[in-house]
């Protein structure tokens, strides 16, 4: 399946999605359409950059440098975009998390894409 086929349970909230039993912050929904647009190309742009200059450590760590800030600037990373004072659990096992009982009542007959 194309990776951009696969689709991945989010939480009710739509501040993470789960990825082999880990949470992942979406990007921030509240992001102008065109802006998240040219935000992923330049992180699509950048990501490229990264394999291409594997063999550069400085090309390779501007490249990085350029996904860090594509990433924070979607709200993927970085301060977490929703303003409720609410912890951040991006990279936590999802059953460590208040949203553990929510992933274990997901049909269990769905195997999650891999």
Known sequence: MPKSA???PTTPDGRYMVVRGTLWRTTNPHLPEAERQQLVHALMDARRDVHKHR?????????????QAAKVALGERGPPWW?????????????????????????AGAPEPT
Request: a neutral charge.
């Open 6 to 8: 696969r689709t991945y």
């Open 55 to 67: 063999e550069d450590p400085q090309d390779l760590a501007r490249a990085r440098q350029r996904v």
């Open 83 to 107: 303003a409720d004072g609410a912890p951040c659990y991006n990279r936590h096992r999802v059953q460590n998390t208040p949203y553990a009982d929510w992933y274990a009542g997901l049909d």
